[in-house]
Every structure is written in C-alpha cells, then in structure tokens.
C-alpha cells in the first residue's frame, strides 16, 4: 500500500442535547471537555495529547458523521483518495481549517456505506495522564476501536485487510466456517475495527480504554449514584474474544460505549488470528453471562458524507443467531 | 442477655462427591483444606486460626446440617440452652470430641426452624494470611455471613433482635411497611444473618469474606478457565444495601456461595438501621442488574437435629414478588 | 468493667493554617467536610454517619487535645470517670453542647500522660458511602487507630488490657521478652490503639481506614499531581504486622496521617496475640523496606487537659533500636 | 529504511544456578516454563504465543549475551547485516535451528559496545493468557523492554533514531540541554530500549509488562512470603517518566527485573517527546522516592558476541549525579 494508517483516532456523531451529553461524558465517564461552543462539545481521554477523540454534534436526531482514522502524513490522503475513487466509492474533501482544530480530511463511504474519514493533523493540546487530581469517574484514557453491523462480514474483512492494510486478530465463525465477526487492528492491539454479522451499515459502539478493571468498577458506581442504573447495559465482565475487561453503557441519546482494557500486544507479524466457534459460552463473556437483547439489536444510524441522510440498511447475508451468539 | 454470641463461624453441610467439592472449593475460591476423611471436608479461609469454618459430609442429598455460632464461654451455652427450651424449642447436645476438632455442641432450631449450632471452643491451627505463596482462586479468607429464606421475616427479626441479641443494619419493607428482608449481626459488620421473605425455612447462601474485589474478578477468571462457568450465578456487582461487592455461585451441588467484600463498620450503638424501599432499582445491584430467577427460586433444605430429614416448608406470609425484587 | 467502650472514634487537634489543612484533607485525602469555623474544621470519612472524627483546631503551635473513645452509654462516662479517679489521674468533664455537634465530653490522662477523652453522643449526618460521584483523592472511609510513643510500653499495656478492656491482636517483644510496641483492640480487627517504646507520650500517627490498595495507589497519584510529593513519608507497602497495606503521611503541620486497609478480624476470644521478633525484617515492612528515620523520630506532642500545655516528655524505658526497629 | 524492527522479543543471559532461577522467574513472577534442559531456561510470560522471551543459560559468571530484537521478515536481517557492516561493527550470523526454537539470527555490536541480535522466527506455542487457572505470583504477561547503560546517550540515541528508526518517547536533559537518558520506541507504548548515561554498556534492568497494579503488589506479597525480601529492590511505584507503575528486583544472581505497567499509547507521528529535568523530584518516582545506591550503581555485563568476554566498559561522558537523579 502506498499509504499508512495510524489508528482509530475520532468519532464525529449527533446527541440532541449537549448539556445532558457533557454530565454522561465528562462528568461520569470522566472525559476531558477540551472546548465547545453551542453546537458541539470537543472530548478527549486522559493520555491524550489532541484536540479531541468525540465530538458530539448537536442535532434532532442520533446519527454518526464519520469514524476517524489518523494517517501519518499528507500524502496518504492523496494515496487514500485515488484508492476510494478507484473503487467507485463516494469521496468528499474537507479543508483544513473548516473543522475546529483539524487539518484537511478526507472523507468516503467503505464498501459497507460507513463513513470513514481519514486525516493526519488535529491540534495538539496538553495530556492530563498525569494530573491525577483531575480524574473522575471512569477515568477514561483515549479512544480504543470503534465496532460496526454490516451485513456482510467477510466482504468488509476482505476490503480491510486487502486495500487497507489492517490485521485480523481474533474472529468468529459458523460451523460451516463463515466469518460472523472479526477483529481487525492497524495499532498493535486487538483492534481499531470490529465487524459483526448484522443489518447494517450501523455503529454498533465505540470502545473507551481505561487503565485497569478498577476504573470501570469505580465507574459503574459512580454512574449508579449520579442516577444512571439505566445507563448501565451490560456488564461489567471479562470478553472471552479479545480477554478485555469491559462494559457497556448508552448514553444519554441511546448511543452504545464500551469502557475497555486488558487485551494485549498483537505486533507480531507471525501471530495467528484467534478462531472462536459462534457456539462458545464463554466467547461473548468468558464468565458464560448473555447479553440482553438491546445489546443484539440496537445501533446508531450512519449519516451519508453527501446529504447528512441516514445511511440505507442492509439484511445481513448470515442467518440471526440469538442474542448470546455475538460479542 | 446472658450469653455473648461472638459472630457466625462454620456451616456444616452435605455434598454428594467430595473429589468435586473440593475441586471447587479450594483450587477454584482458594479455600485451604485443613483436613478431610473418607466422608467429610474440613476448609477454612486464609485468615481464619480456627480449623474450619465449613465442613463438607459427604452424602446422597443436599442439606444443611447447621449454622454455627461461636459463642465466648462453656457458660453461655448453657444459658442458651435456657432459653431455647423455655421456649419450647427442640435442643441436642454434641459432646466435645465426638465431632473433629470441636469442643461441646449445643444444638437446637429456631422460631423459623433454622437448625443453629452453638460452640465456644474449636481446635486452632496456623493462619495462612501472610503465605502468599499458598493463595489461589478467589483467595477466600473467612466466613462472613449465612443468609436464609423464612416465611415470616418478622418473626425471626424479633427473635433473633430481642432474645439473642443481634442488631439490625439494613432492611426492606414493602410499602405498607413489612419487613421483607432483615440483615442482622453480632460482630460488627453488615451481617451475621440475614433473612428473605419465602417459603422457608432453606439456606438462601453462605457468605464468604475476601479482601478486595480484584480477588472477585479473578475468582471469575480462574472459575471460567477451570471450567466453571455454569457456576457463575450472579454477578460480579455491587449490592446497593450493604454496599459490598459481590459474586453468586453454584457449588457442584448446587448450594449457593457468595463472594462478598466492601461493607462497614457498626459497631456504633447509636447507627441508624438503613432502609430500602423493595421497588428501589439500586437495592439489590446498585448498578441496576435483576437477579436471576433461580437466584429467586432455588436454595438448600434444612435437616432435621433429631432425624435428619428435611425441614418441612411453609409458605412465605407476605406475597410473592419479582426476582428483581430481592437482594 | 462497668462500662463498655466502642471504638477510637476522634481526634482534636491543632493546626496552624485550616484552608491549607482543608486542601491537604478534603482534596487530597478526600475526606468529607461536615462544617468549618474561624477556627475549626469538621471532618469526617465517607462511610462515617457521624459529625466528625477529626476536629483540626487553629492553633499556632501543634499539639492534640484527646484522643477520643465512643462509650456505649452516659453510664459508661461515670464508670469511667470514677476508675480514673480512684487511679489518681486528672479528670474534666465538658458539658454537653460546649463542643460542636457533641453531648458530655470526660477528658482524662491516661496512665502515660496521654489526654483521652470519652463521649456517648454526637451529631449523626448523611453517610456518604454511596455518593460515589463525591469521592476523591484517598477516598478515606472512617477513622481506625491511633498510635502512640510512650515511654513504658509494658506500663499502658497493662493499664489498657485490666482497666479499660482492650484485647491485644499482635505485640513485639525483645529477644529478652520485653514488650516493644503493642496493637490493641475494643472493635474486632487489629486495633484501635497501638503503643511503641519511645520518649513520650506524642501521638505517632492517626490511622485512616480505605477500602482497598488502589485507593492508597490513587491518593498517592492525586498528592504527587497537586504538589504534596514531600508528604508522603513512607510506603505504600504491606505492614508483616497487621497485614494491612499502608502509606505514612505528614500533613502541612508535620502531623502524621496513615492510611491504612486490609487487616482482619479480630472477634474471637481465643484468637492468641501474635508476636513479632523486633529483628524480623519483615515486621515493620512485609517486603522488606526500612522507615526512614523521621518516621522513627518525629511526633506530634500531647496537650494537658487543664492547662493547654505539653505534656511533659519522659524518657523511653527500653534502649533505642535503629530506625527499621519499629512498625 | 530498507528493514522494520518489530519490539525487542527476548534476553538472553547467564545465571549460576538453573533451580533458584526456576523459583524465582516462575514460581515468584509466574513465568511459563516453556521447556529447560542441562543448561538452558526458556521462559515466556502469559500471554505470549512464541516459545520464549528469556532463556537464561547455565555459567559460572553473570553476562547478557544479546538483547533480541524481533523483525518482520529475512530479507531485514540481510538489510540490517548491510548497515552494521558497513558502519564497521562485527557482526555474527547464527544458522536458523542451532539455537533451540529459533531461525536465522544475526548478532552484532552496536555503538555503544551492546550486543543485539535480530530474528525473524521462533517456534510459536499455546498462549496461556485465558488459562488463568496457571496463573502465580506476579502473573509476568510479556517481555517489555532493556534498559541500559551507556557512556555516551546521545551518541546511542542517534544511532537507535537515525540508523535502526526507532523513536523517542521521553527523555531527561540537563539544565545545559544534554540528553542524559532517553526512552526509545519501535512497538508504540513508551520504550523497547532505554539508554542512561553512565559507565557502560551494561545491562541495567529487564523490563516485564504486567497488567495491572495489584498484579505487582500481589507480586511483592508473595516474593516476601517465599522469602524473597532481599530481592525486592526499589518499589512499588509511580514512574513520573512514562508513568507507569514499577517494582524493580534482582533475580538470584543480581541481575535486575522491572515488573511494569501502565504507561500509553505513542503510535502518532507527530507525538511530542516529553522532557524531564534531571532535577525534577517526580521524575524517576512520582511520588518522590529517591533509589537506593545499588539502582544507580550495579548493572550486569554483556558478552562479547565472538569471544564470550566481558564488554569492556567506558566511562560516562557527563558527570555523574547522585543516586536520586535517574530513573
Ligand atoms: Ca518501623
Ligand atoms: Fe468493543
Ligand atoms: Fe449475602
Ligand atoms: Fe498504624
Ligand atoms: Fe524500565
């Protein structure tokens, strides 16, 4: 490939009211309010030193604008362009400046109608990691991997791994070995991206890093006593795939996060993606807990790069499984 | 009062196979085997000096035998005594040495049926909370608390309140103001005993004390990889009444353990007992979890101190509700 | 006896600046402030149902008032006044409502010239346990012992056990058998009162109960970050006598604060002392660490009950040991 | 470049005695014991699914033969054969099965006199990341990186950044602006490779990742309880410099081990490195702990990759500090 990759850097979505989103976010997750003005709110997790990891965007109706990746220099913007173009997909350039803090992005639909987009600066900001006296609630650290419906696993597996470069770490398959879910990562742990077997193109959550299980037991007592049992969907446990400590939570507009931590070091170019039977008890949650159904079945509507119109679904190409058949 | 009840300090109970029993008890929770025969298992937590806190008898059905209280002196078992027959209760006396390492025994059955056991003197053996070396599993220390369903929660409350002395910590009651549940104790924790509206009199759970709820988290970890996960029950979580952290499992027999860590002192005479509404959400899991119904449903019979046939059940006085409805 | 007392409840003492003492104690540490004066600050920890359990006094020198004890009843304040009588100790009385928040006040020195003082009311308030959104810092629950020099260690001991009605969980003594330092208890866990072989009586340390190792980590994280590395005396580290996890603080004043987690339970009657050699490197610091000599040193002098003054020094009666000779 | 450096994936060198290792790094730090014979140890830590990191070899004197580095492929071994050649260092190649588990290895001299070696292949082996069940002491999860003393840091830092692209992380300065140690990075948390400025090279300490910090604090219980006091160095801690939470030990024949965790994620380009001041108290601990003489004085020896001798040591171009001014 001609270009490289970073990571998972942000995600751009709506929330409907911002004051309600900022106690959720900065008050309860702990999240750092960088700035914000009357329609959004710019976060960023305690280790990190840009701009913002979430920008929520205020608007009438839940909707993702784009997953953001970072790149490493202006000219995989270029590289990634030519690539979508090639593809047939749509493209959109946005210049620098014209969002707060960032540089030119690029953004495009993935062979799933995801929005993507791609850009290599943001402003940098000073990195809390270290003023302790400012953590709360769930401490969270920096954006970890974003996970997604799409109705046809294998075909966005292919697309990532053959165009974009990304790495399967860990997956799930039928028994007659179809992929249901898989795992991909271009930073060296065991993801940026998730895929699940869905309709979709939908944004099934966005993964929080924490620095250790505790932060999310502290959380989950600190959401509780703030009044948000409700919040609370699944949770807290240890995954089979991916052995991270987790929990997952919807915020105040119904959108899914992940507090994460605890998966581990994939560099190797030699390490074997990990197969796990969709049948495996202790796959979703290696303590043999089932998810509630919420947690099979809802998800936040993708916007088009173009018309900022919800995204169209697709049946997915895999049978449904039941609730406990999905991590 | 003139006796001195110290606190709860073994249960004695069957198992239908000691080889599983102990597989689940000492290499998956950590307990440590002080001895074992042909037919029973003697455990004890890391700290405990005394050489058990539950013996495991091997035979064909489940069945607690009793739940021992520790009392201070020869004396106060013979006041005990007074009481028990005064009030037309059965009693037995066990004479010191005719049970392993135990001095003499009074048994007897309480207002609801419960049989309880009083001794002041057990054989002490070496602590194990500073061999490091020796933890496993969910590192158990010591027993912490016995928990049953009865059919009259008030009638055990004033017995237990007004003729043996325990003091009440926290409770629920229904909206007209019936006590549902009750959490009593001697030493000055949360509880000793707790009691549950239902039909009863049955052993809800033994209550097992670690230190801190990492020691829970990776109880679960080593009870998932050992292979245990059908024995997770509820939890890990936060219990809203009482504050601790907790975990509910399934022996191989199915009698209930939980792992609980995090409340408080009461050793305060003035403390104010804490009530709980039984439809507040954060009452049995502050974070908002419902139990199970088998969590509801199941428990384990009562024997007989004379026959050793099970305790007849009687019905529950106030209704039936919900398995969200209890803790 | 003819009283019955509870547990170490307070502590008065002064300080000589309180918007310093509030920063160190109510930020840092994450005690709660109940109320603040001119000249006092009221402080409690986050389980505490009570007013307060350290008094800070404006002063212009350090020094404590008492060390104050909860009795069970007013009954127990006359018992107690007439056994300090009898022994010729100084007594004073303060009348209900002339302190805040308390009901009659005994003050006395005890057979080492310390000033205690025993009360059987205070205020109760909210308890913030569950207030997780309010934790900070340290995150301190309650008050749990406090420590002393004196200059006889066999002396207090023998006073604390026969008169008052303490029970001793762990001791060190001489290769000769003499009593070097003493753990002493009313509540059931390792103590509510130690004593150490030093020139005094001065007040070593308060120790201030959290419910687990990470909230010590954490409060050492919050300290460095806001500037109070020079605070932290000693630890953290695992105490081989008492098992608890710990970190030694001084606070603005010099006043030694130790947090303090994860001892056990003491309740039984026939729980045998534990003794510790004073050449077991593993005493003082299970892992092996030395003290630093102001830990061995330094201390917070006593003030007489009638006059405000120091209380006059006496010479330690067992030879000095080097600074790692101490818990 | 013409050749990407994956992460430093092994250490090998001498101990005197096979058995009190074993105890040490497996029973104590809860390596895995891959396989042993005569004279070889291969360890490897939970979650890694090569055949070892370490593999301590049987010798009357203390000596690191190389530090390893992983690479992604063959053709990178050729290519970094190329620039250690043509930079007039020696270079030795080692046939792919000679060693036991690994291929084709080239060693070689770096600037500063340290031996490395690259390799593209070990034999891989079932993780035990999941098999909590085998999980002891202070539960090692992988190899994380070396630290070394060098006498020239900036020479090796422009070596390292400029010649093999690494990246740098952190480092300190003195007041006049010279690097006097430095934190370097191919996988991208804080350090594979950290250089100090002092008489060299020597081996300062092996870094292990571990995942949390009670995994360390537990892991100093049980080395105490083991006996193992003597060999707990420094710590536990807060690094100020990449902020991890750190214990540093000596194995049985003094060479040193880190057990670390915590630091963060330094996969952008345009990360800024972090400067410390050299007389920053927080730096090397953060809670400011000075270390003990033996931290700043005592390191083991590399071998020479033709002869097996000692390297001979340099003094270092700047002037030494006192022990509290490294990290
Ligand atoms: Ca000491
Ligand atoms: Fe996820
Ligand atoms: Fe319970
Ligand atoms: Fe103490
Ligand atoms: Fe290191």
Redesign the interface.
Known sequence: MSFNI??VARVMMNVTDLDKARDFYV??LGMVETESDDSHLYLRGL?E??HHSLVLKKAEQPGVHALGY?V??EGDLEALAALFEEKGFPIKWIEGGSQRAMGKILRVHDISGIPLEFFY?ME?VDRY?????????ARI??IDHVNCFVPDVQKAYDFYINELGFKCSEYTATDDDQIWAAWLHR??NVHDQAFMNGPGPRLHHIGLWV????SI??G???????GY??A?ERG???H?LS?A?FLYLRDPDGNRIEIYT?D??T??????PIRWSLND??RQT????QAPDSWFNEATPFLNIQTGEPVRLSEAVLEKHKPDMLV
Not at 130 to 137: I, K
Not at 220 to 226: G, H, K, Q, R, T
Not at 286 to 289: N, Q, T
């Open positions: 970073v990571r008050n309860a280790e030193h840009v970072k490493y220099n600066k940098t990691l270290q003023r302790y006296d400012l953590y709360r609630g650290q920096r930073k060296p620095s250790d299980p505790m037991i502290h989950c007592d600190v959401l509780a006593s703030m049992t409700q609370i807290p446990g240890r089979g052995n400590f605890g581990y070091l560099s190797d170019p030699d390490f074997k008890p202790r290696f303590w043999g807990h």
